[in-house]
């Protein structure tokens, strides 16, 4: 491990270098930050890896996600960040050829545990994508979704879980006349924010944002961030970027996936600061993805 700086290569390529710094880190990965491991963790992955048929995306992951805490996962394009996530929440189920090894337990209960419900485990993650995927209902409607398939017939109940919602997601002002128009009318941005507010009406414990803001302009953007804010401490919040400065901004703990690998993982200001390992480094300040 060392904290010398990359310097460029003075022959071969960047793609040599970054190749000959991976296989030296991965000696050492991954390095969790010793504070990670007082923190209470909701998520445990347990040498978890897998693959989609033959290809293996997943080399035994080992982490634990705190509870209640804004943990981000950072890493260059193809590396795993999605197939993590949608593992934590079984999504994957849903995909053909998929395998696993390994575990995931939330609460220290597996989730393949054959006793446990999908369904259910997906209620306690919600989860957000990077295209927005409203229904094709009403504002409305959309928001009060999950509590419509948990069979709340109460319009009372309704309206205020709505309103309540769409104030979080900093979306309320911009569509409170509008709700009972269709959510397809709502600009990209909107019905992002829209998909964050139906999700925390499920009142799930864990919220999983796949580059939840790669589709926004910056004003969008900082809302969604104050948002995140005001969630952390209720809510267990996981999301995927690549944006580093939202990393830093928004995430109390960051992850450094690399080709399927978990690399680094401590407190977003000391990845960002003092990384321990020099590919951490070389990613984070954009010398290489
Ligand atoms: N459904 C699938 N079937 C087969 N291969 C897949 C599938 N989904 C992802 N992959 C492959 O798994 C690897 C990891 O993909 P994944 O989407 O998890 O990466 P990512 O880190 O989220 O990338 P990005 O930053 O581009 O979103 C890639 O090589 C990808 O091509
Ligand atoms: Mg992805």
């Given at each position: 491990?060392?904290?010398?700086?990359?310097?460029?290569?003075?022959?071969?390529?960047?793609?040599?270098?970054?190749?000959?710094?991976?296989?030296?880190?991965?000696?050492?990965?991954?390095?969790?930050?010793?504070?990670?491991?007082?923190?209470?963790?909701?998520?445990?992955?347990?040498?978890?890896?897998?693959?989609?048929?033959?290809?293996?995306?997943?080399?035994n992951?080992?982490?634990?996600?705190?509870?209640?805490?804004?943990?981000?996962?950072?890493?260059?394009?193809?590396?795993?960040?999605?197939?993590?996530?949608?593992?934590f929440?079984?999504?994957?189920?849903?995909?053909?050829?998929?395998?696993?090894?390994?575990?995931?337990?939330?609460?220290?209960?597996?989730?393949?545990?054959?006793?446990?419900?999908?369904?259910?485990?997906?209620?306690?993650?919600?989860?957000?994508?990077?295209?927005?995927n409203?229904?094709?209902?009403?504002?409305?409607?959309?928001?009060?979704?999950?509590?419509?398939?948990?069979?709340?017939?109460?319009?009372?109940?309704?309206?205020?879980?709505c309103?309540?919602?769409?104030?979080?997601?900093?979306?309320?002002?911009?569509?409170?006349?509008?709700?009972?128009?269709?959510?397809?009318e709502?600009?990209?941005g909107?019905?992002?924010?829209?998909?964050?507010a139906?999700?925390?009406?499920?009142?799930?414990?864990?919220?999983?944002?796949?580059?939840?803001?790669s589709?926004?302009?910056?004003?969008?953007?900082?809302?969604i961030?104050?948002?995140?804010?005001?969630?952390?401490?209720?809510?267990?919040?996981?999301?995927?970027?690549?944006?580093m400065q939202?990393?830093?901004?928004?995430?109390?703990?960051?992850?450094?996936?690399?080709?399927?690998?978990?690399?680094?993982?401590?407190?977003?200001?000391?990845?960002?600061?003092?990384?321990?390992?020099?590919t951490?480094?070389?990613?984070?300040?954009?010398r290489?993805?």
């Open positions: 491990m060392s904290h010398a700086s990359t310097r460029p290569p003075e022959t071969g390529s960047w793609e040599a270098l970054q190749r000959e710094l991976f296989e030296e880190d991965l000696k050492h990965a991954p390095v969790i930050h010793p504070a990670v491991l007082k923190e209470s963790p909701i998520i445990e992955v347990d040498n978890f890896s897998l693959w989609y048929g033959t290809k293996q995306v997943l080399y992951i080992t982490m634990a996600i705190p509870r209640g805490k804004v943990t981000a996962i950072i890493g260059p394009s193809g590396c795993g960040k999605s197939s993590l996530i949608r593992s929440n079984r999504m994957n189920d849903l995909l053909d050829g998929v395998r696993y090894e390994g575990d995931i337990r939330v609460d220290g209960q597996s989730i393949f545990s054959p006793s446990q419900d999908v369904i259910e485990l997906r209620k306690r993650m919600g989860m957000v994508f990077q295209k927005p409203p229904f094709p209902m009403s504002v409305f409607e959309n928001v009060v979704y999950p509590l419509r398939i948990d069979g709340v017939r109460n319009r009372a109940v309704m309206e205020q879980v309103r309540r919602t769409l104030e979080a997601a900093a979306l309320w002002e911009e569509v409170y006349d509008r709700l009972h128009k269709s959510a397809l709502l600009s990209g909107q019905q992002q924010r829209l998909c964050i139906r999700a925390i009406a499920g009142d799930p414990e864990v919220l999983l944002l796949d580059e939840p803001c589709a926004l302009d910056p004003v969008a953007t900082a809302k961030e104050d948002l995140f804010d005001s969630l952390a401490g209720r809510y267990t919040l996981v999301i995927v970027t690549h944006n939202q990393a830093s901004r928004v995430s109390d703990f960051t992850a450094l996936l690399y080709m399927g690998r978990l690399l680094e993982f401590g407190p977003t200001v000391e990845v960002f600061s003092r990384p321990k390992l020099r951490t480094e070389a990613y984070i300040t954009g290489f993805g």
